[in-house]
């Protein structure tokens, strides 16, 4: 086995560690993954090859990285103790709030949450590290197909145990606590939009794999035969695990992704692949199959008629839905425009807000873009911003794939908060990078 290779699995068995921790998201993990990825990528620039494949990176995108820098040093910005005066500049709203409690003097961070800000940054430095990694140990079309296989695989071994725990009525799993959602697939992780959109990016792993492995002379060989059966079996996995989630978000990105890839092969590339079409068809099929007659098709409908819920506004003191929660965090951007009120700080800002309702809670917007919007403010989101705004300079990445994932990408900034989970985002931007590699060197290493 090539070195190259072990430094794959590696990387392969961080992601898949990871997602068996409820994808990362916690305090702890977070100080994990960046201990570990950071060791990793220092190991990795001992490589002469290496370090010239990060080098170059480096350069190319000097300035973009200059920026996302001064996006770190912003973070950090947010958690240095200011004078109490200077708040009334920086964190009005919050300067107001200090004053309301009898406070007058002393040192206070505009975030509202020190410790959550911290994790963040270091949260966002182990993403920037997974990028570099990524450019390093992905560099051929070879790399990119056995990325796109173990996601496969590992998407459909949290299905079946998600499949099989639902069958089960969802027992409590050692710290996974599965109560909340006793009739919906969840498996190892805490939330069930959450879970479907890991599977979602499983489930365009497998697809990308099935639709050129084809036409490749990579795997010209007795195994090649068995490697496409297995992908279809994992598929069909997936594609379950997706519909017994009765997610919303997720089965609809699913249908989605399905539509999005039967155009493009129909249409598109004049159905070219034929038998990637007839896969697609039996899956859609199959799918409605097993909906319908086995795990209740009702349930999911009854999810979408009663979008209703989700969207009213009616001041209820016993539940709050999650259009309100949404328009609660697009005030919160409102009031702290300019500085935000901290990476992480929404379940504070949640909190001091709704002191006196402890009938409901929300750590998370329903909406990444304004939470992300929230705690950057206007400037912070800025820089942010602009620190990954080069790929959409450049006219030719916008290709399938990355059409793709840029439509899924704006769906969950706007009616979800599963971009602010650590495993979403380190597989989001692996497989944009991915997806935007011009690959021409096809030899193996």
Do not use: W
């Not at 009525?169 to 190892?188: E, H, Q, R």
């Not at 035969?225 to 089965?251: A, D, E, H, P, W």
């Not at 929300?362 to 080069?390: R, V």
């Amino acid at each position: 086995m090539s070195k190259n290779k072990k430094l794959q699995y590696l990387f392969f068995s961080l992601l898949a560690i990871c997602s068996f921790f409820n994808a990362g998201n916690s305090d702890i993990y977070i100080q994990i993954n960046f201990l570990f990825f950071s060791c990793f990528l220092i190991y990795c620039l001992k490589d002469k090859n290496y370090f010239a494949h990060a080098k170059k990176f480096v350069f190319r995108n000097i300035i973009f990285i200059y920026i996302f820098l001064l996006f770190l040093f912003y973070l950090i910005f947010q958690l240095t103790p200011l004078p109490f005066e200077l708040l009334k500049i920086f964190a009005s709203e919050k300067y107001i709030f200090l004053r309301q409690m009898g406070v007058n003097k002393g040192f206070f961070s505009i975030s509202y949450s020190l410790p959550d800000t911290y994790f963040q940054i270091l949260n966002y430095i182990s993403i920037f590290i997974i990028i570099l990694l990524v450019k390093m140990i992905f560099y051929n079309q070879r790399h990119v197909y056995r990325f796109y296989y173990f996601l496969t695989l590992l998407g459909a071994f949290h299905s079946s145990i998600a499949i099989y725990f639902y069958l089960n009525g969802n027992p409590d799993f050692l710290l996974i606590n599965n109560s909340a959602y006793k009739n919906s697939s969840t498996g190892l992780f805490i939330n069930r939009t959450v879970f479907s959109i890991f599977l979602i990016f499983c489930l365009i792993s497998g697809l990308e794999y099935l639709k050129n492995i084809s036409g490749t002379d990579f795997y010209k060989n007795k195994d090649n035969f068995f490697r496409k059966i297995y992908i279809r079996i994992f598929i069909i996995f997936i594609t379950v695990g997706v519909i017994t989630t009765f997610s919303k978000l997720g089965n609809f990105i699913m249908f989605l992704t399905i539509i999005f890839y039967l155009f493009q092969n129909y249409f598109i590339e004049k159905n070219s692949n034929k038998i990637f079409s007839l896969v697609l068809i039996f899956i859609v099929f199959l799918d409605i199959l097993i909906l319908g007659f086995y795990f209740g098709g009702d349930k999911l409908l009854e999810r979408f008629l009663f979008l209703k819920e989700d969207f009213a506004q009616d001041n209820n003191s016993i539940n709050i839905s999650r259009l309100e929660i949404i328009n609660f965090s697009y005030n919160q951007f409102k009031n702290y425009f300019i500085f935000g009120y901290g990476a992480g700080g929404f379940e504070n800002i949640f909190k001091i807000n709704f002191v006196n309702s402890a009938s409901f809670f929300a750590n998370h917007a329903h909406s990444d873009i304004f939470e992300f919007l929230g705690e950057f403010g206007i400037l912070g989101f800025t820089l942010f911003a602009l620190s990954f705004s080069k790929i959409f300079f450049k006219k030719q990445n916008y290709n399938f794939k990355f059409n793709l994932l840029l439509l899924i990408g704006i769906l969950i900034l706007l009616f979800d908060f599963s971009l602010h989970i650590p495993l979403v985002q380190i597989l989001y931007v692996s497989l944009i990078i991915l997806a935007l590699n011009q690959i021409k060197n096809n030899h193996s290493v």
